[in-house]
């Protein structure tokens, strides 16, 4: 579904270009939709992180990792911009440790690359994730 349709849904006009809060987010993406081709599905969307509402989850990377090996995409806000997180690459060390070296995200920002590299800054940034299924 393009940006546009879920910008539309959470603020009755496509052409605003506000940032939203966790709960709006998650408004917006629940519900019936309609693809391009005209297919009908449902998407729900389960928080894993909220930091502006005090979901705070430790595990949340793990998890999203879990997500993702599982073809589920996942919504992340940083620094007041949203993008859908579609991979995570991970090194394992000689202890058998992981550590994660890069997330890979889709961004609707007119004028960037779709698929890239979530920077260090909006890693840091990030303040709300959430997995986004499909039925």
């Not at 960037?112 to 994730?129: H, I, V, Y």
Request: charged share 15%; aromatic share 10%.
């Amino acid at each position: 579904m393009p940006q546009e349709a879920i910008v539309e849904k959470l603020y009755g006009n496509q052409f605003i270009c506000e940032p939203a809060a966790g709960p709006g987010i998650v408004s917006a993406i629940e519900g019936q939709w309609q693809d391009r081709n005209g297919n009908e599905f449902y998407a729900s969307a389960q928080v894993l992180a909220d930091l502006q509402f005090g979901i705070v989850n430790p595990a949340a990377l793990e998890q999203a990792s879990w997500f993702l090996a599982n073809d589920t995409p996942l919504i992340n806000g940083a620094l007041g911009h949203a993008t859908l997180m579609t991979a995570m690459e991970w090194v394992e060390d000689n202890f058998g440790n992981y550590q994660l070296q890069n997330i890979i995200v889709r961004d609707p920002w007119p004028g960037r690359p779709n698929r890239r590299r979530l920077t260090d800054q909006e890693f840091a940034g990030s303040t709300f994730l959430a997995a986004v299924t499909v039925d």
